[in-house]
């Protein structure tokens, strides 16, 4: 038994909030089986409470890949508290905005390629995407062009989970059961270095996921397409790094047929693969760039659809009918404007190469264990395969892995399938970098072929 599970902490058996949870709370991603409730009510740079009083190490930038400076920042909360004091909410419709909008937008233009200077503000990543569909279909409606209505996403893409963004998901499951999905969205391989054999039968994959793309797009008509929309690196895939000439390539062919491309930089951009935004340096050159999370490190919920000037002033040309009660609301701008200044004075951007650093001297030791099939490491994230053995890649769900990894080490991962995922807040320590490390050690070497952890 763990030091962790010998920890006595109060009110261990009935837990009055964790039941009125049960009783009242629908959760995202949430099986009706499992019942078990974590109800956390505070943190302090890596680490989260509970209402058991368990203290948790959070490798998972707040379960959602957000919280990049880490908890408890008392600059970001101050300048939430005086923006509620000064002007808590307004419209930003009808050419109305406000002062904290305004300087976000111009640091974000700021921080964008250099013609990419106009913002629409979102309340999230999902938004976000729902807002960039609609923008690329009405940039080439107002071009004359409206049977470019199809948009090309790829299988295992996470993009949300709204009735559009939901579409261009790559996961079957988030589009079971809930009648027509959105039109016109088609779906092409996504690059997986580590399962090229089966997935591409040896070929170059950038050679054989262009073919695919350019098949696709004579197959749909290349007059008919809008956009294609891509992560610059796949999260939810399990951290699926792009071969380095892929997105190069993409992007060319994309162009010789006037398809635009947007760039799903909800997890990527402010640090989190270590660059403010990640897309430009990999060759994307995106006509459109989504962001959240990290944009205000998840202290209030806001995201940011970037365009170039170009697409925005073709969009938008006459009158852009699309909004959202919060769009621009002043309380989350403001901490925004905070997050990103705590992220450039304390260097968190630089900071996640050094996490990529302690993640490569530490986690390849787990590939010693049978079951680890694969490490995927990009800045502070990384991404740990599970396969039933050292000679069969079949693939084995890790979610008994992170489930014992909260129970017996207090530590708190993602899981996508079979891929553990790390995806800390960039303040994270050394130490806390080797305390995961060894936990992991511990967990996956107790694994069984079945998916179970044994004692």
Same mark, same amino acid.
């Given at each position: 038994?763990?030091?962790?599970?010998?920890?006595?902490?109060?009110?261990?058996?009935?837990?009055?909030?964790?039941?009125?949870?049960?009783?009242?709370?629908?959760?995202?991603?949430?099986?009706?089986?499992?019942?078990?409730?974590?109800?956390?009510?505070?943190?302090?740079?890596?680490?989260?409470?509970?209402?058991?009083?368990?203290?948790?190490?959070?490798?998972?930038?707040?379960?959602?890949?957000?919280?990049?400076?880490?908890?408890?920042?008392?600059?970001?909360?101050?300048?939430?508290?005086?923006?509620?004091?000064?002007?808590?909410?307004?419209?930003?419709?009808?050419?109305?905005?406000?002062?904290?909008?305004?300087?976000?937008?111009?640091?974000?233009?700021?921080?964008?390629?250099?013609?990419?200077?106009?913002?629409?503000?979102?309340?999230?990543?999902?938004?976000?995407?729902?807002?960039?569909?609609?923008?690329?279909?009405?940039?080439?409606?107002?071009?004359?062009?409206?049977?470019?209505?199809?948009?090309?996403?790829?299988?295992?893409?996470?993009?949300?989970?709204?009735?559009?963004?939901?579409?261009?998901?790559?996961?079957?499951?988030?589009?079971?059961?809930?009648?027509?999905?959105?039109?016109?969205?088609?779906?092409?391989?996504?690059?997986?270095?580590?399962?090229?054999?089966?997935?591409?039968?040896?070929?170059?994959?950038?050679?054989?996921?262009?073919?695919?793309?350019?098949?696709?797009?004579?197959?749909?008509?290349?007059?008919?397409?809008?956009?294609?929309?891509?992560?610059?690196?796949?999260?939810?895939?399990?951290?699926?790094?792009?071969?380095?000439?892929?997105?190069?390539?993409?992007?060319? @062919? #994309?162009?010789?047929?006037?398809?635009?491309? +947007?760039?799903? &930089?909800?997890? $990527? !951009?402010?640090?989190?693969?270590? *660059?403010?935004?990640?897309?430009?340096?990999?060759?994307?050159?995106?006509?459109?760039?989504?962001?959240?999370?990290?944009?205000?490190?998840?202290?209030?919920?806001?995201?940011?659809?970037?365009?170039?000037?170009?697409?925005?002033?073709?969009?938008?040309?006459?009158?852009?009918?699309?909004?959202?009660?919060?769009?621009?609301?002043?309380?989350?701008?403001?901490?925004?404007?905070?997050?990103?200044?705590?992220?450039?004075?304390?260097?968190?951007?630089?900071?996640?190469?050094?996490?990529?650093?302690?993640?490569?001297?530490?986690?390849?030791? @787990? #590939?010693?264990?049978?079951?680890?099939?694969? +490490?995927?490491? &990009?800045?502070? $994230? !990384?991404?740990?395969?599970?396969? *039933?053995?050292?000679?069969?890649?079949?693939?084995?769900?890790?979610?008994?892995?992170?489930?014992?990894?909260?129970?017996?080490?207090?530590?708190?991962?993602?899981?996508?399938?079979?891929?553990?995922?790390?995806?800390?807040?960039?303040?994270?320590?050394?130490?806390?970098?080797?305390?995961?490390?060894?936990?992991?050690?511990?967990?996956?070497?107790?694994?069984?072929?079945?998916?179970?952890?044994?004692?």
């Amino acid at each position: 038994m763990t030091t962790a599970e010998t920890q006595t902490t109060p009110a261990m058996s009935a837990n009055p909030l964790e039941d009125l949870d049960r009783r009242h709370l629908v959760h995202p991603h949430q099986s009706k089986a499992d019942t078990e409730r974590t109800v956390i009510v505070s943190g302090t740079g890596c680490t989260v409470r509970d209402t058991r009083g368990r203290d948790f190490l959070d490798v998972s930038g707040a379960g959602n890949w957000a919280c990049q400076i880490g908890y408890g920042r008392t600059e970001v909360v101050e300048a939430g508290a005086e923006q509620l004091r000064d002007l808590a909410y307004f419209s930003g419709f009808f050419g109305f905005s406000n002062d904290k909008s305004v300087r976000l937008a111009e640091r974000l233009a700021a921080l964008a390629p250099d013609d990419m200077n106009r913002v629409f503000f979102t309340g999230s990543g999902s938004e976000g995407v729902e807002t960039a569909i609609k923008a690329a279909r009405l940039y080439h409606h107002h071009r004359g062009e409206p049977d470019r209505t199809w948009i090309i996403s790829r299988s295992l893409a996470y993009h949300g989970a709204t009735y559009g963004s939901g579409t261009t998901t790559g996961f079957p499951p988030m589009q079971e059961g809930v009648g027509p999905n959105l039109p016109h969205v088609a779906k092409v391989s996504p690059p997986y270095p580590y399962r090229a054999e089966e997935m591409y039968g040896g070929e170059d994959p950038t050679d054989f996921l262009i073919r695919e793309l350019e098949t696709t797009i004579q197959e749909l008509g290349p007059g008919r397409v809008a956009a294609m929309i891509g992560e610059p690196v796949m999260g939810g895939g399990g951290i699926l790094v792009p071969p380095a000439d892929y997105w190069p390539r993409v992007r060319e @062919l #994309l162009n010789q047929h006037g398809i635009l491309l +947007i760039a799903d &930089e909800v997890v $990527t !951009a402010f640090g989190r693969t270590g *660059a403010w935004l990640d897309s430009p340096g990999r060759g994307m050159a995106p006509d459109i760039i989504v962001t959240a999370k990290g944009l205000t490190s998840g202290y209030a919920p806001l995201g940011a659809v970037l365009f170039r000037d170009t697409v925005a002033e073709t969009a938008a040309a006459d009158y852009f009918f699309h909004g959202h009660t919060y769009s621009a609301h002043p309380t989350c701008c403001a901490v925004a404007l905070a997050n990103l200044e705590v992220l450039e004075k304390e260097g968190l951007i630089d900071q996640a190469h050094l996490v990529a650093e302690w993640f490569r001297e530490d986690l390849p030791a @787990l #590939l010693e264990l049978p079951m680890v099939g694969d +490490i995927r490491i &990009e800045g502070a $994230t !990384a991404g740990i395969e599970l396969v *039933a053995g050292p000679n069969d890649r079949t693939p084995v769900m890790a979610g008994a892995v992170t489930a014992e990894m909260r129970h017996a080490h207090r530590i708190i991962l993602r899981e996508y399938g079979p891929t553990v995922v790390l995806s800390p807040p960039l303040v994270i320590s050394r130490e806390e970098v080797r305390r995961t490390t060894e936990a992991l050690s511990d967990v996956i070497s107790r694994l069984r072929p079945d998916g179970t952890v044994g004692r």
